[in-house]
């Protein structure tokens, strides 16, 4: 058993690496270097001379997204004993999280065409079609806010099963939960208190980093630290 919930551990942690490679380069380096807020031209220009490199950032996305259903599944398989309901609630959330994103690759694809693709000019003049790719990018953009309400949630059950299975360190479980609690109130603050969401973002998504680092590593190296699953409803 021990063996066995030890490779399923480390495959969760390749995975969880391939979420964060893919995610990373896609949200974290294409998607702020094309968009620039209510600058429809500035947008069109980058979208134009980094065509190949949007290109790259959508089948990243993509890639996160399928690497992250699979590893929900993994870690589902490792933790469903725990407690089925909250497994199931943890693999729909990732469901969510992971359909958003694809949808988001698709606005942003779909504003490369608008921006290179004479036809657009045509039809809606040469502001009409910048207008419309910056519009697509912006439903990109807040699509991705959208989808950080469920990169939060599914943390709060995966830190719950961590951390009542046994398998695992119980700070982790924790840092897990409140992650999750830090990617929430990040969202709330760039929706409600917009002026002041870029100076505490910094700050607020500390946590956050420090909870999906920490598991890939504790995947990774620990794998997992006991035999069995501590069953609490089967």
């Given amino acids: 058993m021990i063996n066995s919930n030890k490779k399923t551990a480390r495959i969760a942690g390749i995975l969880y690496l391939l979420v964060g490679i893919f995610g990373g380069f896609a949200e974290g380096f294409v998607d702020p270097k094309m ?18 490199m949007v290109r790259m950032g959508v089948v990243a996305h993509l890639l996160d997204g399928t690497f992250f259903v699979f590893l ?18 943890m693999l729909i959330l990732v469901a969510l999280a992971t359909g958003i994103i694809c949808l988001n690759a698709v606005f942003q694809f779909e504003g490369l065409r608008v921006a290179t693709e004479k036809l657009y000019a045509t039809s809606f003049g040469k502001e009409g079609a910048d207008a419309l790719a910056l519009l697509l990018l912006d439903m990109q953009h807040y699509g991705t806010l959208i989808a950080q309400v469920f990169f939060g949630l599914w943390l709060i059950p995966l830190g719950y099963l961590c951390e009542k299975s046994g398998l695992f360190a119980k700070w982790l479980g924790a840092v897990l939960i409140l992650g999750g609690i830090c990617y929430i109130i990040d969202l709330l603050a760039a929706f409600l208190v917009p002026t002041i969401s870029q100076e505490i973002h910094g700050f607020v998504i500390i ?28």
Wanted: charged share 15%; no cysteine; hydrophobic share 50%.
């Fill in 72 to 89: 929900a599944m993994v870690l589902y398989n490792l933790l469903k004993e725990v407690n089925k309901q909250v497994a199931r609630g």
């Fill in 35 to 52: 968009y620039v807020a209510g600058n429809a031209r500035t947008t069109v220009a980058n979208l134009v001379a980094n065509s190949n």
């Fill in 207 to 234: 946590p956050s980093a420090v909870a999906e680092i920490s598991m890939v590593l504790y995947l990774l190296i620990v794998g997992v630290k006991r035999n069995v699953v501590k069953i609490q409803h089967v």
